[in-house]
Nanobody, 116 residues
């Protein structure tokens, strides 16, 4: 069993930066694929970024602005978000799974609000 806890969300002005953290407990998840997703009010949840042992991947909407990384000794995955836009406003969730097409564990989410 893997428990995930996100942190680092908040209110930031457009053009600003935030770093989200996804801390895992229960067992090491260094071999898991970890993804970040977001859900804005009235919209469906969408993929943001993912990281595996092969590297990272990004949605087109965040490519060049967001960076996903992991610190395996700390069982933590990060999402560095730069050049934030109002349309990035959403609840951000991290998820872990055996592959990027099957996420078995989800965090509770952290709110990111970008003001214009």
């Amino acid at each position: 069993q893997v428990q995930l806890v996100e942190s680092g969300g908040g209110l930031v002005q457009a053009g600003g930066s935030l770093r989200l953290s996804c801390a895992a407990s229960g067992r090491t998840f260094s071999t898991y694929a970890v993804g970040w997703f977001r859900q804005a009010p009235g919209k469906e949840r969408e993929f943001v970024a993912a990281i595996t042992r092969s590297g990272g991947g990004y949605a087109d909407s965040v490519k060049g602005r967001f960076t996903i990384s992991r610190d395996n000794p700390k069982n933590t995955v990060y999402l560095q978000m730069n050049s934030l836009k109002p349309e990035d406003t959403a609840v951000y969730y991290c998820a872990a799974g055996t592959s990027t097409i099957q996420y078995d564990y989800w965090g509770q989410g952290t709110q990111v609000t970008v003001s214009s």
